[in-house]
């Protein structure tokens, strides 16, 4: 269910995108035309253009950030049930002595 939702979530922000490129793209026609004809309300524009910018830059990281979690919280889930699978990754053997080589290696330094 979390899946559903969580898609519905993604495309209604592609939709979004794909609405503001389009806005974008009259905009920047309309920020051509007053740069030429009316320079006060080509600065309005410009401002309206940053105040927007950070609004959405801000909007997508916090969404980007939610996915990014989601996906870590899944990958974290997947991976612990693929541990789980296999007998032998859920318990590795502990070596409780050193090697001999290592104990070779001790002795030759000495």
Same mark, same amino acid.
């Given at each position: 269910m979390d899946q559903k939702i969580s898609n519905k979530r993604f495309f209604f922000y592609r939709k979004l995108d =794909?609405?503001?490129?389009?806005? *974008? =793209? $009259?905009? @920047? /026609?309309? @920020? =051509?035309?007053? @740069?030429?004809? %009316? $320079? *006060? $309300? $080509?600065? %309005? @524009?410009?401002?309206a253009a940053l105040l927007l910018a950070l609004v959405m830059g /801000? /909007?997508? *990281? /916090?969404?980007?950030? !939610? =996915?990014?979690?989601?996906? !870590?919280? !899944?990958? *974290?889930?997947y991976h612990q049930l693929n541990q789980h699978d296999s007998p032998l990754k859920v318990n590795p053997p502990q070596r409780t002595?050193?090697?001999s080589s290592s104990v070779k290696r001790k002795q030759g330094a000495v």
């Open positions: =794909f609405a503001m490129n389009v806005v *974008t =793209f $009259f905009y @920047l /026609i309309a @920020l =051509f035309y007053s @740069l030429i004809y %009316w $320079f *006060t $309300f $080509f600065v %309005w @524009l410009v401002r /801000i /909007i997508e *990281t /916090i969404q980007g950030n !939610r =996915f990014a979690r989601q996906y !870590r919280e !899944r990958d *974290t889930y002595s050193p090697s």
